[in-house]
């Protein structure tokens, strides 16, 4: 099915056919990432009784009781509710199930090469996003077209789909001054590639997140500039056949009354019209 709409008085075109998923396919009780030492996400099967629910068991169907923590056991959205004590279930922020997207894909650089700062602090050693970085990669985008930023970290390796994150593997994150740049852009919808926009161990700040959200440190309640209808979207995998441009993503998302729900984030191709 083909549709045509306007961005910034610009004709595009997409074929809602040829939807491109740039989620983790997540494997339970088999490889899958993970980030923070979390548990694994398991399945078993559901027995109440005489009754187990596994066919090659004896089952008259199959039913699986699925174990998950999303924030660290694949490709998950987040609320706002990730940080404050009020629940705001993720899937009512989203207001537009469909919205277009850029896709950039940067190599993050070391913490020691730039003069961006971030808090509480950046080992030297750690792998950064700046705001020069982003500033270069978006220069060429309208705010109309940067409703959501999808950012696909280089080198694009397949092992993003099942690594365990940790001191050995440790993810790349936003500097401070790259989130305030994505503010100032309006992005609504942010989705990575790597498990967290903060540090792995930031002594419990997410400043990232609070920037975003706009949520003051220490705090756990919103205020009235805070930014709720906006959502974080960590661990997706963007396969190196998609190229960087201008998108209409779905955020597909179920109704969990949750901070953070698993997510399947499918890309439109789009086309300029004459």
């Known amino acids: 099915m083909k549709i045509e709409f306007e961005i910034d008085n610009m004709v595009y075109s997409a074929d809602l056919s040829k939807g491109k998923s740039i989620a983790i396919t997540l494997l339970p009780n088999d490889k899958q990432p993970n980030h923070f030492g979390a548990p694994a996400c398991t399945s078993k099967s559901l027995v109440v009784g005489d009754y187990i629910g596994d066919t090659k068991k004896g089952g008259s169907c199959n039913v ?18 990730h940080i404050i004590d009020e629940l705001i279930p993720v899937y009512s922020v989203i207001n537009q199930s469909i919205f277009p997207s850029v896709l950039i894909s940067i190599s993050p650089e070391l913490a020691s090469e730039t003069s961006d700062h ?25 705010d109309g077209q940067l409703n959501g930023l999808i950012v696909r970290t280089l080198k694009n390796e397949p092992t993003k789909q099942y690594i365990k994150y940790n001191e050995d593997n440790y993810p790349p994150y936003f500097t401070s001054n790259a989130m305030q740049y994505l503010i100032e852009r309006e992005i609504d919808h942010l989705l990575v590639d790597f498990p967290s926009v903060d540090k792995m161990y930031d002594d419990g700040l997410l400043s990232n997140h609070r920037l975003f959200w706009n949520i003051a440190v220490g705090k756990t309640k919103k205020n009235h500039e805070s930014k709720i209808d906006k959502t974080i979207t960590e661990m997706i995998y963007v396969d190196e056949k998609i190229e960087d441009g201008i998108y209409l993503c779905n955020l597909q998302c179920p109704e969990i009354e949750t901070d953070a729900v698993p997510s399947r984030p499918i890309l439109f191709e789009l086309n300029r019209e004459k």
């Open 64 to 81: 699986s009781i699925l174990s998950i923590i999303p924030h660290c056991n694949g490709t998950h959205t987040e609320s706002v509710s």
């Open 118 to 142: 971030y808090s509480p602090f950046m080992d030297e050693t750690n792998l950064v996003i700046s705001k020069q970085q982003l500033q270069k990669a978006l220069e060429q985008y309208t």
